[in-house]
């Protein structure tokens, strides 16, 4: 699950650095996402996994870990 949710953000994010994305790893401060990309990883997730992730529970994720948990918790 983890790495799927990565694969998605880097694929989103353009990046080729996977390796440095940890669970402890924010989207804004150390990928420099802005709110637009957050917005369309969010979008990107919710299809691959066939989960629904309210705007209220994503503005409270503050690192990929939280949003790795909430899709495991709601699959």
């Known amino acids: 699950m983890f790495q799927k949710?990565?694969?998605i953000i880097a694929d989103q994010l353009g990046l080729d650095d996977v390796e440095s994305i940890e669970r402890t790893t924010s989207l804004m401060?150390?990928?420099e996402a802005d709110s637009l990309d957050a917005v369309e990883i969010i979008m990107a997730i919710e299809d691959?996994?066939?989960v629904e992730i309210p705007d209220e529970e994503a503005e409270n994720f503050k690192n990929i870990g939280d949003i790795?948990?909430?899709v495991e918790s709601h699959k």
Do not use: A, H, M, P
């Open 5 to 7: 949710v990565v694969e």
């Open 48 to 50: 691959e996994f066939g």
């Open 29 to 31: 401060n150390d990928l």
């Open 68 to 70: 790795v948990d909430y």
